[in-house]
C-alpha cells in the first residue's frame, strides 16, 4: 500500500533514489571528511600557541618566583630592618640547584664587596654573607660584615 501524501523529493524511482542518497552522502562526506584550509591554519595555530606557552611556563613561573622572593626580602629589609631603600644596592632573586632552591642576594651600597643571602620561605632570614668574589661563606670574619644579622 502506498501513501498518497509523498514528500515533492521523495520518487517512487528506485534508480533516481538510489542517486539522490549518493549524491546527499558524497556532499555530506566531502564537507566532512577534509577540514578547510582555514579550519586547518586555525587548529595549527591554537596547536603552536599552546605548545610554545606551554614550553615558556616553566621559565615565566621561575622568573616569577625569583622576583616575589626577593621582593619579601626588600619588605622586609625597609620594614622590619629599617634600612632606607638608598642603602641598598642590589637585590637579586636566585634560582640555584641546591636546597632551598630560591634564595635572595643583597648587597648594600657601604659594603660593595659583601653579598648576604637570605631565605624568604616560610620566614625571612639571613643565611650567610661572603665576599663578592669568593665562593664560600665569610662565616670566620664577621668584623668585616657590618649588615651581619645575629641568628637565630
Known amino acids: 500500500m502506498s501513501s498518497q501524501w509523498s514528500s515533492p523529493t521523495e520518487s517512487s524511482d528506485p534508480a533516481q533514489q538510489a ?3 549518493s549524491s546527499t ?5 566531502g564537507r566532512f571528511s577534509r577540514p578547510h584550509a582555514t579550519v586547518r591554519f586555525i587548529l595549527t595555530t591554537l596547536l603552536a600557541l599552546i605548545l610554545i606557552v606551554g614550553a615558556a611556563s616553566p621559565f615565566v613561573a621561575v622568573q616569577y618566583q625569583k622576583q616575589v622572593f626577593a621582593e619579601r626580602v626588600h619588605t622586609y629589609l625597609i ?3 629599617h634600612y632606607k631603600p ?4 642590589s637585590i637579586r632573586g636566585i634560582w640555584g640547584i641546591m636546597l632551598p632552591s630560591f ?3 643583597v648587597v648594600f651600597k657601604d659594603e660593595p664587596n659583601r653579598v648576604y643571602t637570605y631565605f624568604a ?3 625571612i632570614m639571613q643565611q650567610s ?9 665569610d662565616q670566620n670574619n664577621d668584623g668585616g660584615a657590618k649588615h651581619a644579622e645575629e641568628p637565630i
Do not use: F, G, N, W
Open 129 to 137: 654573607h661572603r665576599l663578592l668574589h669568593a665562593t664560600e661563606p
Open 121 to 123: 620561605h616560610a620566614e
Open 79 to 81: 620594614q622590619q630592618k
Open 19 to 21: 542517486q539522490m542518497s
Open 25 to 29: 552522502s558524497d556532499r555530506v562526506k
Open 103 to 105: 634564595y635572595v642576594e
Open 86 to 89: 638608598e642603602q641598598i644596592a
